[in-house]
């Protein structure tokens, strides 16, 4: 069994910048792959980035490309999405995920966080 809890959110000017951070416990954490993922009010969940269990590949969603960085420290069992110029869309309850392979669907992932909310003004 994986716990993750994520933490690092709140609220912030568009334009701004959050690091969140998912720390997990219970089992091996370097050998999952992580995934962070997003739902605003009204909208599906939806894919945000993602990260290989050794941190070699990552995948980011089109719309967060260029702004968001995921990455991971195994000896800390975390892994971080550095979220920088912020847009009033990006407002939404993040979520990190751990499964056995990365990928932009969250089906591939076996465990969640709580979820934890990021709200950026206008």
């Known amino acids: 069994q994986v716990q993750l809890v994520e933490s690092g959110g709140g609220l912030v000017q568009a334009g701004g910048s959050l690091r969140l951070s998912c720390t997990a416990s219970?089992?091996?954490?370097?050998?999952?792959?992580m995934g962070w993922f997003r739902q605003a009010p009204g909208k599906e969940r939806e894919f945000v980035a993602a990260?290989?269990?050794?941190?070699?590949?990552?995948y980011y969603a089109d719309s967060v490309k260029g702004r968001f960085t995921i990455s991971r420290d195994n000896a800390k069992n975390t892994v971080y999405l550095q979220m920088n110029s912020l847009k009033p869309e990006d407002t939404a309850v993040y979520y990190c995920?751990?499964?056995?392979?990365?990928?932009?669907?969250?089906?591939?992932?076996?465990?969640w966080g709580q979820g934890t909310q990021v709200t950026v003004s206008s």
């Open positions: 219970g089992r091996i954490f370097s050998s999952d792959a």
């Open positions: 990260i290989s269990w050794s941190g070699g590949r990552t």
């Open positions: 995920a751990a499964g056995p392979i990365a990928g932009t669907d969250y089906t591939l992932y076996n465990y």
